[in-house]
């Protein structure tokens, strides 16, 4: 059974950083985009960000631009997000995904996603 395992979420006060990561069990996904998603309670989940296979591609939602950056490790497997400059408003849990084949990037949505990671609760304090 394919899963998807986050780690390094947490609390930090606002201002500060965070970096999650996200690494696939029972198979390796180097030849796919992956991506992150959040869901704050009460709203709909959000794009955060996607990066492509080669990990040279990325896209960004617009509340994240120029704050978080999407990366992949050394061997293409592992997918990261560095977060900078939290805000309160960055509160959710996070989740790692695995963006079916042929899905455009750049206009990334829930339905595009075949596999979701479990979730990592972000808190960012005033």
């Known amino acids: 059974q394919v899963q998807l395992v986050e780690s390094g979420g947490g609390m930090v006060q606002a201002g500060g950083s965070l970096r999650l990561s996200c690494a696939p069990s029972?198979?390796?996904?180097?030849?796919?985009?992956m991506a992150w998603f959040r869901q704050a309670p009460g709203k709909e989940r959000e794009f955060v960000a996607d990066?492509?296979?080669?990990?040279?591609?990325?896209y960004y939602g617009d509340s994240v631009k120029g704050r978080f950056t999407i990366s992949r490790g050394n061997a293409k497997n592992t997918v990261y997000l560095q977060m900078h400059s939290l805000k309160p408003e960055d509160t959710a849990v996070y989740y790692c995904?695995?963006?079916?084949?042929?899905?455009?990037?750049?206009?990334?949505?829930?339905?595009?996603?075949?596999?979701w990671g479990q979730g990592t609760q972000v808190t960012v304090s005033s």
């Open positions: 995904a695995k963006v079916r084949a042929g899905a455009g990037l750049q206009l990334l949505s829930a339905p595009d996603v075949e596999y």
């Open positions: 990066v492509g296979a080669s990990g040279v591609t990325t």
């Open positions: 029972g198979r390796t996904f180097i030849n796919y985009a």
